[in-house]
């Protein structure tokens, strides 16, 4: 129930104005007071009549703000742009951001972005608010451009045609087996005492898209509107909303229940003051789970105090004693815009909702969240065509999520007046096709990395409580296959007699074609193992990308054995009773430790033992290596330096991680594509990020260590891939190495500068360029996937610190 139509007072006052007088200044003061009131249709119609006497810009500029919060985006834009063209010394500032906008609302992507920019030119500095706005929608228009070729072919949408939908403004879509519940604003009331009366929204159903019904004759407030109806699980309580005209167009509401026993609707129920205050509005109900505590809520949209934006989405926990805990803000995923319409849908443990906060398309997007990761959540915008550059409200997804409900006043919706092409939301289903996801779980033995045979995959749904899907044993191979569902959260469990089980956790949230998910599954041996910890011995915490060597003292003609590990602090060995160990764990910045273990006379199957590493000298840190995206920095420059610094350059790399995964992997399939992602994932998190945090850490000891005095001299090389000439590759690789001495110079207010003019630090330079580039890697300048995205050539693209001289060594 967005926005109040005001169609009786208009066409009223209309006549009340011309039966006093035909004068323009009669229609102005009519146009300026419906406008005060925010009654945005009068005031419309006010301003056209004043302009048929003349052009006035300031006129025109009203036009379009009437035009434009009655949702009539054709002609506020229309008005705007004459502001726009008309005004010659910036009268109206803001006419041509409010153009760009009302030219976003229609698709006009191309349009609106220029008109951003150029009230970002002209007015950069007039409003902080409407300046990062308008940088945000031309970044909005870019992502909805791009969008072109990702619309969701697998989703339909069908307006429900003049049987539901009217004119006026029809929201609040909840399907129930046949039925379909909704609210209409288009109902005038007996008990309206204004003058002229005002229409109010009402509560109906559908049965197999049957003409809309009024529910019981006593269940809809005669003096105000009521709206926004949900039913419990069990369907024995309908929750809704009753709502009361600020002005002429804002509305302020209040949530209530019924009670439903044998057919009649208990009286209605207030919620307690927590929930609804005289001074805010609480509306759009909707029932789902605490995303903390797992209990029954209630979920609504509130401007009350604490709002993040303009409404929020709260919620409040319902006991099992009918009682509503104090409502909270669900503040990681509320803007500072209005974020609205709640829809929990239970067996997903997804939250959908309505927000001008995100990235989008245009008015009002459709978003979803899952509800059980509100640490780090993840909003997927719901696409088009579910959304729209209009708004798209109230979303409702039915109980087999092959059909979903929602509002918009999209084209294709009916018009209050088609000239206008104006007002209001109506009620459209979508149809999913359905996408087939599969589980293929191979299952590995850990210290042997050899397939394994024989054991049992479960394949466990995880939202709320734990549901078995299904469970297979094989005797003749590693594979296992299971069908998948969008939106779900599942954990796979493998088990074998003798070896520990191992558990992935996962989901299918954001998948939206047909992906086969593979899961390797790595069982360890109950026999003797060694599992051993490392962590930062300053700040107890993980330590991954440490380097551990098992050594067999008792006979050291057996082989050394070497595990990494990226992804953890967690190494795992298997031992032989009876026998020496030692044990040597390093990692790049750490002193190496050593560890001396014996397993005579052990029980039990496993040793677990701690390592905690000390931070390391300068030389610990070598070779030091960082990495840089293609041609950077300074690309297609001949430079041999450059001013920007290494920090200047790795964002902007970090942040195209998923471009080079799905440039690369494009031509591949299934666990190919797979591995060759993960291996970008990991080339990306562990080799990128790790080496720049392994640089500042660097640059913090080298700063600390010639504070106390030392003399030292640092050894840096560069490279580059061969994707360019040798020549540009050697300045290419000049230019990497002087943006890390920048990143030098720049730390701690130029402190090493200092060092380096007295001498106390030396920095010698070898550029080598592509001369050390493996053969493997690719120079072809038309194969970009292997010659910029693949890893061996982006390894090539880097600057290694290779060695440190200290004074008693020059």
Request: hydrophobic fraction near 35%.
């Amino acid at each position: 129930m967005m926005t109040m139509k005001k169609i009786l007072f208009g066409l009223l006052m209309l006549i009340a104005v011309q039966a006093f007088s035909q004068t323009r200044q009669a229609f102005v003061d009519a146009a300026e007071a419906s406008f005060e009131s925010k009654d945005y249709y009068s005031a419309l119609h006010y301003y056209k009549s004043v302009l048929e006497f003349s052009e006035d810009m300031a006129v025109l500029y009203k036009t379009g703000e009437a035009a434009r919060l009655f949702n009539a985006y054709k002609v506020a834009e229309e008005n705007y742009k004459k502001v726009k063209d008309l005004q010659k010394n910036g009268e109206f500032p803001l006419a041509t951001y409010w153009l760009a906008e009302m030219q976003k609302r229609q698709g006009k992507y191309e349009e609106a972005k220029q008109n951003y920019q150029l009230y970002l030119s002209e007015n950069e500095l007039d409003n902080p608010y409407y300046t990062e706005s308008s940088r945000k929608e031309i970044e909005d228009c870019d992502w909805a451009l791009s969008q072109k070729d990702s619309v969701r072919e697998y989703v339909s949408i069908e307006h429900l045609g003049a049987n539901i939908n009217t004119p006026f403004s029809e929201f609040g879509p909840v399907k129930l087996g046949d039925t379909l519940y909704y609210s209409s604003l288009r109902f005038p009331s007996e008990m309206d005492e204004s003058k002229p009366r005002r229409i109010f929204s009402n509560a109906l159903w559908s049965v197999k898209g049957g003409d809309g019904i009024q529910f019981d004759p006593e269940f809809n407030d005669k003096k105000y509107h009521t709206g926004h109806v949900i039913f419990t699980e069990e369907r024995d309580r309908i929750y809704y909303t009753i709502c009361e005209y600020r002005n002429a167009t804002e509305i302020r509401c209040d949530i209530y229940y019924r009670d439903y026993q044998a057919g009649k609707f208990s009286d209605p129920v207030k919620l307690p003051g927590s929930i609804n205050d005289s001074s805010f509005t609480a509306t759009q109900p909707s029932l789902g789970l605490d995303p903390f505590s797992m209990e029954p809520a209630l979920y609504f949209a509130s401007d009350r105090p604490g709002s993040k934006g303009k409404l929020d989405i709260w919620y409040s926990s319902i006991g099992k004693d009918n009682t509503f805990g104090d409502p909270v803000n669900l503040m990681p995923i509320n803007t500072i815009e209005d974020d609205i319409t709640p829809f929990y849908h239970k067996p997903s443990e997804t939250l959908y909702f309505s927000s001008m906060g995100y990235q989008g398309f245009g008015g009002f997007d459709i978003y979803s969240v899952y509800t059980g990761n509100m640490v780090n959540p993840y909003i997927e915008n719901l696409g088009a065509p579910l959304n729209s550059s209009y708004n798209d409200l109230y979303f409702f997804l039915g109980d087999k999520e092959d059909t979903a409900f929602l509002a918009s006043n999209r084209q294709g919706s009916l018009f209050l007046e088609d000239l206008e092409e104006a007002c209001c939301n109506d009620i459209y289903e979508a149809t999913f096709q359905e996408i087939e996801i599969t589980l293929k779980a191979l299952t590995f033995d850990k210290a042997t990395q050899q397939d394994l045979l024989g054991a049992t995959v479960t394949l466990v749904e995880v939202n709320g409580d734990e549901t078995i899907i299904g469970t297979q044993s094989a005797e003749n191979t590693n594979e296992f296959k299971f069908p998948l569902i969008r939106n779900r959260s599942y954990k796979v469990i493998a088990e074998k007699s003798g070896y520990f089980p191992d558990t992935i956790m996962f989901s299918t949230r954001g998948i939206n074609k047909s992906t086969e998910i593979v899961k390797k599954l790595f069982l360890q041996s109950q026999s003797l193992d060694l599992e051993l910890l490392v962590f930062d011995d300053q700040t107890k915490e993980e330590l991954r990308g440490a380097t551990v060597k098992l050594l067999d003292l008792s006979d050291p003609s057996n082989e050394t054995v070497v595990q990494i590990n990226e992804d953890g602090n967690s190494f795992v060995f298997p031992l032989d009773r009876d026998r020496s160990y030692q044990i040597i764990t390093s990692k790049r910045g750490y002193r190496p430790d050593t560890l001396n273990l014996s397993t005579y006379n052990v029980t039990g199957n496993r040793i677990i033992k701690k390592i905690y590493l000390k931070q390391g000298n300068l030389e610990d840190y070598l070779p030091l290596a960082v990495y840089f995206d293609n041609d950077y920095p300074n690309p297609r420059t001949y430079n041999r330096t450059t001013r920007v610094t290494y920090d200047d350059s790795y964002p902007p790399f970090m942040a195209r991680k998923e471009e080079f995964k799905e440039e690369f992997t494009a031509p591949l399939i299934n666990g190919a594509k797979a591995e060759a992602a993960d291996d970008l994932e990991r080339f990306f998190e562990y080799s990128i990020r790790e080496g720049r945090n392994d640089m500042l850490k660097f640059i913090q000891i080298l700063t600390d260590e010639i504070a106390k005095g030392e003399k030292i001299e640092v050894v840096i090389q560069g490279f580059a891939s061969p994707r360019a000439p040798s020549n540009y590759n050697d300045l290419l690789s000049s230019r990497r190495i002087s943006s890390v001495i920048n990143q030098f110079r720049r730390y701690s207010d130029g402190v090493l500068i200092r060092a380096i003019n007295n001498g106390t630090l030396k920095i010698v330079q070898e550029p080598l360029g592509e001369s050390k580039a493996p053969i493997y890697v690719s120079d072809d300048i038309s194969d970009a996937r292997n010659s910029i995205y693949s890893v061996p050539a982006s390894r090539e693209r880097r600057v290694e610190i290779i060695d440190v001289r200290r004074s008693n060594d020059w």
